[in-house]
């Protein structure tokens, strides 16, 4: 299995611009989420997925667009870039909502707003 | 708002040497994990404790969790110059969402 993949591992941006972070899994994990991790903050939770056709709202989801077609993929939209957006972005995987479930972390996405 | 605060912030020690890293939370919680991240690497999953145990091992890996103090501590016997990393304490506070809520993460550089 590859766990969890994310493309690409780097991106720079202009402000303004659109563009969106890729996430697959082949665990057939039902539960996805997309954290960011700045310098000194540790990692929130952008948006998250608890199956296909359901998304949510974690901690900081604003000037951020998820879907959820498939159990596999996760993709996270940014519908106009900022510089505030400027972070490591980490996809994450877990079977499901029970209590005690591994939680599997991608190589993370490194974005550059300018 | 940062559910986890970690405590030190960084810590160097000498091979062979242990380390002892805490997290505080605010909230009840349904389980903690811990999770290290390797420079410019993602995050893997180390121990998780739940709510209603006190302490867990796994190797050299040893967490304490003391929910009446809303804290827990990480140590890391006999450390290894490969146990250099960031080492973070997240908390699972719903079971209805699966959220992690992640500290800011203590710096650990063990020397050869």
């Known amino acids: 299995n590859a766990g969890v993949t994310q493309t690409p591992k780097f991106q720079v941006l202009k402000t303004g611009q659109s563009m969106t972070l890729q996430c697959a899994q082949d665990m057939n994990h039902e539960y996805m989420s997309w954290y960011r991790q700045d310098p000194g903050m540790g990692l929130r939770l952008i948006h998250y997925s608890v199956g296909a056709g359901i998304t949510d709202q974690g901690e900081v989801p604003n000037g951020y667009n998820v879907s959820r077609s498939t159990t596999e993929d996760f993709p996270l939209r940014l519908l106009s870039a900022a510089p505030s957006q400027t972070s490591v972005y980490f996809c994450?995987?877990?079977?499901?909502?029970?209590?005690?479930?591994?939680?599997?972390f991608g190589p993370g996405t490194r974005l550059l707003v300018l | 708002s940062q559910q986890g605060e970690e405590d030190p912030q960084a810590l160097s020690i000498q091979e062979g040497e242990n380390a002892t890293m805490n997290c505080s939370y605010k909230?009840?919680?349904?389980?903690l994990q811990w999770y290290r991240q390797n420079s410019g690497r993602g995050l893997v999953h180390l121990i998780l404790i739940r709510s209603n145990e006190r302490e867990k091992h796994s190797g050299r890996l040893r967490v304490t969790l003391d929910t009446s103090k809303k804290s827990s501590s990480l140590l890391i016997t006999a450390s290894r110059a490969a146990d250099t990393a960031s080492y973070f304490c997240?908390?699972?506070?719903?079971?209805?969402?699966?959220?992690?809520?992640f500290g800011q993460g203590t710096t650990l550089q063990v020397k050869p």
């Open positions: 997240a908390t699972e506070v719903s079971s209805n969402t699966g959220k992690l809520i």
């Open positions: 909230t009840s919680i349904n389980n």
């Open positions: 994450a995987s877990r079977p499901g909502l029970g209590i005690g479930e591994t939680q599997y």
